[in-house]
């Protein structure tokens, strides 16, 4: 198990937060997400040997662009 850190934009409330939170679940190998509104920013736990570029991508097909932190 990998733990990868994002930065999201574009979120504004708890809404947000469901969305980013159900796109990012549906990404295969992931098994546990955690979503912080005021920070922007989520944790992500999983299997990310095929690379992290699947969670970026889904949530800026859903409208909150982000990017892994380093």
């Known amino acids: 198990m990998e733990t990868i850190n994002l930065s999201i ?3 504004t409330c708890g809404n947000c937060v469901k969305h980013v939170e159900k796109a990012l ?3 295969a190998g992931v098994t546990e997400v955690e979503v912080d509104l005021a920070a922007g920013a989520a944790r992500v736990v999983g ?3 095929k ?3 699947a ?3 889904v949530l800026d097909e859903e409208g909150y662009p982000a990017q892994v932190k380093k």
């Open 9 to 11: 934009t574009g979120m």
């Open 55 to 57: 969670l970026t991508d």
């Open 51 to 53: 690379g992290t570029a």
């Open 47 to 49: 299997d990310f040997s």
């Open 25 to 27: 679940r549906g990404v």
